[in-house]
C-alpha cells in the first residue's frame, strides 16, 4: 500500500513569504502528526489533527498553522517566513489518534534566503 | 529541554562489534518507540513497547523498555554497515497530550566495513 506521500520535497522561500505543505496519509489512517527536524533542535511537534479536528498543538508561534480535510489529507502553513524556518518538515500518519506507531513521509526541505 | 535524553550522541563502531543506545527520562511514557532515519527520509519506525519490563527482539535488534517505562535501551548484536543511521527514541502519553510523541535528539551510528 501507498506510505505517507508529502508535497514537494523542496522548497526554497525568500524571507517574509509564506508556504503550504501538503501532506497524504495512508489509505484509511485518520491521525496525522507535523514535526520540524533541525540540527539543532532535533524533532520538535508541531500539530496533530484527527478527524479533521486539531488534537494537540506545540510550542510553536501562531505562524504556523494547519488544517485536515474530510479525506485525512492534511496542509501546514507557515506565514511570514524567518531564516529560522528552514528546516526538513515531517508528517506522520497513524490509525487512530495516539496510536503506537507513526509512519513517516520523506519530508518536505524548506530552505529561507 | 529534552524531555528524552538519548546516549551516546554519536557511536562509530566496526562491523560485527556490539552496541547498546540509551534512552532516559524522567517522565513516565505509555509507549516508547525507536525509528531509523537515513539521510533525506523521514523515520522508519522500528519497534514499539507498552509495558515496563518488555523485551522485544528484531533480529540482531533488542529492545527494552524500563520497568518504570521511563527509560528503555536498544542493543545491537553484531553490527553491520547496513545499521548505519540515526536512530530516535520517542515517546508518546495518554491524556492531554495523547497523540504527540517526544523526540530524543537522535544517536548516529556509523558501522565500518
Known amino acids: 500500500k501507498a506510505g505517507v506521500t508529502q508535497t514537494p520535497r523542496y522548497l526554497i522561500k525568500t524571507r517574509g513569504q509564506q508556504v503550504t505543505l501538503s501532506c497524504s496519509p495512508i489509505?484509511?489512517?485518520?491521525?496525522v502528526s507535523w514535526y520540524q527536524q533541525t540540527p539543532g533542535q532535533g524533532l520538535q511537534f508541531l500539530f496533530e489533527?484527527?478527524?479533521?479536528?486539531?488534537?494537540n498543538k506545540g510550542n510553536f508561534p501562531g505562524r504556523f498553522s494547519g488544517r485536515q480535510f474530510s479525506n485525512s489529507r492534511s496542509e501546514m502553513n507557515v506565514s511570514t517566513l524567518e531564516l529560522g524556518d528552514s528546516a526538513l518538515y515531517l508528517c506522520?500518519?497513524?490509525?487512530?489518534?495516539?496510536?503506537?506507531?507513526?509512519?513517516f513521509g520523506s519530508g518536505t526541505r524548506l530552505t529561507v534566503v | 529541554t529534552q524531555l528524552l535524553e538519548q546516549s551516546p550522541q554519536f557511536l562509530s563502531i566496526q562491523e560485527g562489534e556490539n552496541l547498546t543506545v540509551y534512552c532516559n527520562s524522567s517522565?513516565?511514557?505509555?509507549?516508547l518507540q525507536w525509528y531509523r532515519q537515513e539521510p533525506g527520509e523521514g523515520p522508519v519506525l522500528l519497534v514499539t513497547?507498552?509495558?515496563?519490563?518488555e523485551v522485544k527482539k528484531l533480529k540482531r535488534l533488542t529492545f527494552q523498555f524500563g520497568d518504570a517505562r521511563k527509560d528503555s535501551s536498544l542493543h545491537i548484536t553484531a553490527a553491520q554497515p547496513g545499521d548505519t543511521g540515526l536512530y530516535l527514541c520517542?515517546?508518546?502519553?495518554?491524556?492531554?497530550?495523547?497523540?504527540?510523541?517526544?523526540f530524543g535528539r537522535g544517536t548516529q551510528l556509523t558501522v565500518w566495513p
Open positions: 489533527y484527527f478527524s479533521e479536528t486539531q488534537r
Open positions: 489509505s484509511g489512517h485518520r491521525s
Open positions: 517522565s513516565v511514557f505509555s509507549s
Open positions: 513497547v507498552v509495558t515496563g519490563g
Open positions: 506522520a500518519s497513524s490509525l487512530e489518534a495516539g496510536g503506537y506507531g507513526y509512519t
Open positions: 520517542a515517546g508518546g502519553s495518554r491524556g492531554s497530550t495523547l497523540g504527540r510523541l517526544y
